[in-house]
């Protein structure tokens, strides 16, 4: 059986870390990485009934949209909330970890399977990121040194190229050197100018990695002083981003497009800002309570904003702005997500028994 820190390996592959908002809390909250793990529960708050729901069944393991604390806590006794709810998880020996804005951002996360569920494509980012920092390094080896020097930079992180690793461009040259009585070179003697058969070698390295590729390079080179270059990339818009926008394949009415959000998503209640009889192509998305990305679907030209909650303000706003909304609500926008994680996590690890929370309700009821 899987441990909590072999879970948590591909967790991080299905949404990485460094996709999650700077202000969030991801990653495993509590519990022990070394524990093994039969019964594995994802949820989209740990509440109390969550709670009584996972001790009942003897999870060992909840993986929780939301983070179970976002700021610092003094104490975890029975004499508080924190205390009060997390008390029988600790007990009990359950780890909880959250991926939380990492899952809302990542391919195929939350935002991702909202555009699938509403049949959307052409799908990309709405705020897209730009790529991290990148430079080229373009270094000169002899026939002799040219698989021991990839190897070496690759090792330390040279030559990935999105999906891509040891990734690099070889091409056979001549150079040439003069050493000084000082030198003592490899190759050739000194006093005298050499020419020398020998490949250049290019890598994209990403800022990140650029010393431990420069030092595994020194390291791995039979020469007193290699020749190399450091060129800094431009960064362009990268894949990733927050938000989604595409298209529908075909016009939908507003009031048609608001009956097929409350289906798929299971909505008890379906909040909408325009005329019902507007017609929408362009959809921007963004799951939860997701206001602040109304500014960036009014800049991309979206005809609808769906996300789960809005402000009152910012709902005027839209209204001012003459972009139509959808509100299914924070629970129904993310609560598919939850259960679509729970069936990938079932496929990663078939020996698991894996579900989505079943006590887990929207705290908002209709009267």
């Known amino acids: 059986m899987p441990t909590v820190a072999e879970i948590i390996t ?32 994802t949820c989209l708050t740990v509440t109390s009934a969550v709670v009584a729901e996972a001790v009942a069944e003897q999870v060992e393991m909840i993986v929780s949209h939301h983070p179970l604390l976002f700021r610092g806590v003094k104490s975890l006794s029975s004499r508080t909330s924190e205390g009060r709810l997390l008390g029988p998880l600790l007990s009990a020996g359950v780890a909880v970890y959250s991926p939380h804005t990492a899952f809302d951002n990542c391919q195929g996360g939350i935002n991702d399977g909202l555009c699938k569920r509403l049949g959307l494509t052409q799908v990309r980012p709405l705020r897209p990121w730009p790529s991290p920092p990148q430079f080229k390094l373009v ?94 990339l431009k960064s362009l818009p990268g894949t990733g981003g927050e938000g989604r926008i595409g298209e529908l394949s075909a016009s939908l009415s507003l009031a048609e497009l608001a ?36 500014t960036d679907a009014i800049q991309a030209q979206a005809d609808l904003f769906l996300t789960g909650e809005l402000r009152f303000h910012d709902a005027l706003r839209a209204e001012a702005a003459g972009i139509a909304v959808l509100l299914p609500g924070h629970y129904a926008s993310e609560r598919p997500g939850v259960e679509d994680l729970a069936a990938e996590l079932s496929r990663q690890f078939p020996e698991l028994n894996v579900w989505a929370s079943r006590s887990e309700q929207d705290p908002l009821a209709l009267v």
């Not at 909250?29 to 594995?40: D, F, H, W, Y």
């Not at 003069?178 to 490949?199: D, M």
């Not at 959809?283 to 602040?292: K, L």
């Open 139 to 232: 270094v000169f080896v002899p026939d002799a040194d040219l698989a021991r020097v990839a190897d070496a930079l690759f090792a330390a992180g040279a030559g990935v190229i999105g999906q891509y690793e040891q990734c690099s461009f070889r091409l056979a040259g001549t150079g040439t050197f003069f050493g000084s009585e000082a030198t003592n070179p490899t190759v050739g003697q000194k006093g005298r100018r050499e020419e020398v058969s020998e490949w250049r070698l290019e890598l994209v390295v990403p800022e990140s990695r650029l010393a431990a590729a420069l030092n595994a390079m020194r390291a791995a080179h039979s020469y007193e002083e290699p020749a190399f270059d450091v060129y800094p």
């Open 10 to 41: 591909v967790l991080e592959r299905i949404a990485p870390p460094s996709t999650a908002a700077s202000w969030d809390n991801v990653g495993l909250l509590l519990g022990n990485e070394t524990a093994t793990v039969l019964r594995l529960m």
């Open 259 to 294: 009956s097929r959000v409350k289906a798929e998503l299971r909505a008890s209640l379906v909040q909408r800002i325009g005329d019902p009889q507007r017609p929408i192509r362009r959809v921007a998305v963004a799951c939860g309570a997701a206001g602040e990305f109304l």
